[in-house]
């Protein structure tokens, strides 16, 4: 498929595979609705009965789809970088920067747990398990996030200032 073909169709092929899922998804629970109707109406019933499946084709066509789209913008993604590598340099360079500084963070990031976080940790009760790998990334990220921010919150500022006095 080429760039015009989904420029002029990509929104018709989008919906149609929209509603081919929701049919998938509603066929199942119309079909399914009457047994489903006779069971309890107490919530622990209804989880564990076969009946109860019914629903999950939905969540099965929802992942499908984000799956697909998440694939597809990758996809076109990377072949529009590397179609036009002098126009993607700038994206390409900002990208690096975002990947060391993930890297450097989740290489600096601590693996000592305070008293409350090493209770829970591999606690069968709690249902958390892991290594500290996990929490690595997972500190990494949340160190990342905070760093994006401070950065976009000051840029906003600064170039708030820089519009004031460029048109005054």
């Known amino acids: 498929m080429n760039y015009k073909f989904l420029a002029k169709n990509g929104l018709s092929l989008a919906f149609g595979l929209g509603l081919l899922g929701l049919l998938a998804t509603l066929i199942p629970v119309f079909a399914g609705l009457g047994p489903f109707n006779e069971l309890a109406d107490e919530p622990a019933v209804r989880s564990i009965a076969p009946e109860g499946d019914i629903f999950y084709y939905g969540i099965y066509v929802a992942f499908a789809l984000g799956v697909l789209a998440f694939g597809a913008a990758l996809v076109l993604g990377l072949i529009g970088v590397f179609s036009n590598l002098k126009a993607s340099k700038m994206s390409l360079i900002a990208?690096?920067?975002?990947?060391?500084?993930?890297?450097?963070?989740?290489?600096?990031?601590?693996?000592?747990?305070?008293?409350?976080?090493?209770?829970?940790?591999?606690?069968?009760?709690?249902?958390?398990?892991g290594d500290m790998s996990i929490?690595?990334?997972?500190?990494?990220?949340?160190h990342g996030t905070l760093i994006l921010l401070a950065i976009a919150f000051a840029s906003m500022i600064i170039m708030e200032f820089r519009n004031f006095f460029k048109n005054s």
């Open 95 to 129: 990208f690096g920067v975002l990947a060391v500084l993930f890297f450097v963070l989740n290489a600096t990031a601590s693996t000592d747990l305070t008293p409350e976080m090493a209770s829970i940790v591999n606690n069968p009760d709690y249902g958390v398990v």
């Open 135 to 142: 929490y690595k990334l997972v500190s990494a990220g949340i």
